[in-house]
């Protein structure tokens, strides 16, 4: 598959669901290398990716749904700001109600919800999932520099015919992961990532997120 450098990145979406074909190997870390090519201030290349698959990622899954179904949580002040504005807001809500309208689940089916939410601790089904981590000394240049790096993963994964979700969920559940994966303590784990191929058969891989208008976040001046 060769796609131009605009075609990966106009194609790429977030899925959330994928079949069990596996991804080889080598693909996996022909990826990894080439998005390790991101830019980092003065170059100190932050990032920290454990690549998990079979029964290390089922084990992780495991873990991470039994707490989720015990309501083990914890929140998300670390990633999502404490208060949502606009047009941040809507923007938010219109992707949530998008997707439930596509799955049927109607405001109210809180059970319903859930399920859906619980997919994302199983990297929906994606026969690989990554956790990304980051010293815990590195402050907004880090994660602006770890961001640069899932990009170029997102959109390299396109390249080899590929799909990606990146998943702040798992960061409700941090505390399980670094225990499970036994993490060192200075590692802050920052997100998720499942890769694999796209199941075109699952309605939820329909969803087509909408772009604001230049006019809405660029200012020309001269």
Same mark, same amino acid.
């Given at each position: 598959?060769?796609?131009?450098? +605009?075609? !990966? ?9 994928? +079949? ?6 080598? =693909?996996?870390?022909?990826?990894? +290398?080439? !998005? ?12 920290? =990716?454990? &690549?998990?698959?079979?029964? /290390?990622?089922?084990?992780? &899954? ?22 949502? &504005? ?10 949530g109600w998008d997707m439930y309208g596509l799955l ?10 859930? /399920? ?11 026969? #690989? ?11 907004s240049g880090g994660w602006m520099d770890l961001g ?11 390249? *080899? ?13 941090? %505390?399980? #992961? %670094?225990? *499970? ?9 920052? &997100? ?11 309605? #939820?891989?329909?969803? +087509? ?8 976040? =660029?200012?020309?001046?001269?």
């Amino acid at each position: 598959m060769s796609l131009t450098a +605009t075609e !990966a990145i106009t194609t790429r979406r977030s899925i959330r669901a994928f +079949t069990n074909e596996p991804v080889p190997q080598d =693909v996996i870390e022909k990826i990894l +290398t080439d !998005a390790a090519r991101a830019p980092s201030g003065t170059n100190i290349q932050p990032w920290h =990716v454990i &690549v998990l698959q079979g029964d /290390a990622k089922n084990d992780l &899954v495991d873990a991470v749904q039994a707490a989720f179904d015990s309501g083990d949580s914890k929140s998300q002040d670390e990633y999502y700001p404490s208060e949502f &504005v606009e047009p941040y807001l809507a923007r938010r809500r219109k992707i949530g109600w998008d997707m439930y309208g596509l799955l049927g689940i109607e405001r109210g089916e809180y059970d319903k919800m859930a /399920a859906q939410a619980r997919k994302n601790y199983e990297f929906f089904g994606a026969p #690989v999932g990554m956790i990304f981590t980051l010293h815990e000394t590195m402050r907004s240049g880090g994660w602006m520099d770890l961001g640069l790096f899932l990009g170029n993963i997102m959109t390299l994964a396109r390249e *080899h015919g590929l799909h990606t979700c990146p998943q702040a969920a798992w960061q409700e559940f941090g %505390h399980i #992961v %670094h225990e *499970h994966l036994d993490l060192p303590a200075e590692q802050a784990m920052i &997100v998720g990532l499942a890769l694999g191929y796209e199941d075109t058969d699952a309605i #939820v891989n329909t969803l +087509t997120t909408e772009r604001a208008p230049l006019s809405e976040f =660029v200012e020309f001046r001269s």
